[in-house]
C-alpha cells in the first residue's frame, strides 16, 4: 500500500499535469479553433510526457535523493534534450499512425520549445517540493533536539534522572516521529546511543578504543547533519589496538573544538581526521583538521579558552603527566596530538 507521503505527490504531479494541460488546450483552442481535436491531441501529449517523466523523477529523487543538488543538475542537462527527443517521436509516430493532426514543418521547433520548458516547469516544481518536504523535516527535529536541550544538561540528568527513564524518554520521541522522517528518527537513535555511552563513561575508568571511536563517530555523523557537506571526516586506526583501554571521553571534546572553532567559521568547511597508532608502549592520537587554525600566540590562550580543550588537557596532565600538544597545519588548520601508555602503565584518575 502507498504511504500517505507517496500518495501525497502523486496528487501533487496530476494537480501540475492538470493545471498545464489546461492551459497548452486554452492556447490551441484559441489558435486553431479546433477544441474536440486539440483535447485528444493534449491527452495523448501529457501521458507521453508523464510516462517518460517517471524514470527521470525515479532517478534524481530515489536512487540518487541524497547527492548535491549540482550533479542533479547535471542528469537535468543529459535528460532534458532525451526527453525532448523521445517525445516528439513517440508522440507524432501515434498522431500519424492514427491520422491525427500535428505540427509540421517550422512549427516542430515550438514542440521541442514547448516541451523543454514542460520539463524544467516540471521538475523545477517536483525540487521545490522536494526542498519544502526535507525543510520540515528538519524544522521537526530542531523541534524535537531544542525541547529536549539534552546535551547541555546531561551532567543533571546523571545525577537527577534514572537512565531508564532517560532511555524511555527516547523511545517516546521515536516512536512519536512519523515514520517517514527516517532521517530524524536515525538522529534520535544515535543522540540515544551518545547519551549511554556517556552514562557508560561516567561509571567505568576505562574504555576499549573501537567503543570510543564508536561514539566518536555517531557525534561527527551528528554534527555533519548540521553542516552537511562543509563537514567532512575520516578516522584511521591499526586494527591490532582497538581492544586496548583507554580513559573514556578524551577525544571528543577535541573534535567538538575543531568543530567550533576550526570547521564553522570557514564557508566551504573542512575536514576532520582522527589517526590512532601503537608508537612503542604507547598510543598515539592524532585529531587534524584543515579549518581556520590560529596563530603561535594564540596556542597557550585556547587551552584556558576553550572549555573541553581545557579540561582534556588538565585531565592528561594528571594522569600521565603531559598535555596536549598544538601543531599548525600547512596550508592552514591545526593538529592536536597526545600519547596514552598502553596496558597495565595505564592509571585512572
Request: aromatic share 12%; glycine share 6%; charged share 20%.
Amino acid at each position: 500500500m502507498l504511504s500517505k507521503v507517496f500518495q501525497r505527490e502523486i496528487a501533487q504531479a496530476l494537480a501540475l499535469y492538470c493545471s498545464l494541460a489546461t492551459v497548452y488546450y486554452i492556447a490551441l483552442v484559441l489558435d486553431t479553433g479546433w477544441w474536440y481535436y486539440q483535447l485528444k491531441g493534449v491527452g495523448l501529449n501529457h501521458l507521453i510526457k508523464g510516462l517518460l517523466t517517471i524514470p527521470i523523477w525515479w532517478l534524481i529523487f530515489r536512487k540518487y535523493e541524497s547527492i548535491a543538488f549540482w550533479k542533479k543538475l547535471l542528469i537535468h542537462l543529459v535528460a532534458l534534450p532525451l526527453f525532448v527527443i523521445l517525445w516528439m517521436w513517440i508522440y507524432y509516430m501515434i498522431c500519424d499512425h492514427l491520422g491525427m493532426r500535428r505540427a509540421q514543418g517550422s512549427r516542430l521547433i515550438w514542440d521541442g520549445y514547448i516541451t523543454a520548458l514542460f520539463y524544467i516547469v516540471q521538475f523545477g516544481f517536483f525540487h521545490l517540493v522536494d526542498y519544502y518536504k526535507k525543510l520540515k523535516e528538519q524544522q521537526l527535529l530542531a523541534t524535537q533536539l531544542s525541547k529536549l536541550n539534552l546535551q547541555s544538561e546531561l551532567s543533571a540528568l546523571k545525577a537527577q534522572l534514572n537512565p531508564h527513564f532517560l532511555y524511555n524518554v527516547f523511545n517516546t520521541i521515536n516512536a512519536a516521529i512519523p515514520t517517514s522522517a527516517k532521517n530524524a528518527r536515525d538522529m534520535v537513535n544515535k543522540l540515544s546511543d551518545l547519551f549511554r555511552y556517556q552514562l557508560k563513561a561516567s561509571r567505568e575508568e576505562l574504555v576499549m578504543v573501537r567503543e570510543e571511536l564508536e561514539f566518536v563517530e555517531k557525534y561527527l555523523d551528528l554534527e555533519k547533519e548540521r553542516f552537511g557537506d562543509r563537514l567532512l571526516f575520516e578516522i584511521n586506526v591499526e586494527e591490532e589496538i582497538l581492544d586496548a583501554k583507554i580513559p573514556p571521553m578524551l577525544i571528543q571534546p577535541i573534535i567538538e573544538n575543531s568543530v567550533k572553532h576550526g570547521i564553522s567559521p570557514l564557508i566551504e568547511g573542512g575536514k576532520i581526521s582522527i589517526y590512532i597508532r601503537r608508537v612503542n608502549k604507547s598510543l598515539e592520537i592524532v585529531v587534524h583538521d584543515t579549518g581556520a587554525g590560529i596563530g603561535d600566540q594564540q596556542k597557550e590562550n585556547l587551552l584556558k579558552r576553550g572549555v573541553g580543550l581545557s579540561n582534556t588537557n588538565e585531565r592528561l596532565q594528571k594522569m600521565y603527566g603531559s598535555g596536549i600538544e598544538l601543531i599548525n597545519n600547512t596550508p592552514k588548520g591545526l593538529s592536536v596530538t597526545f600519547a596514552l601508555p598502553i596496558g597495565d602503565e595505564i592509571k585512572s584518575l
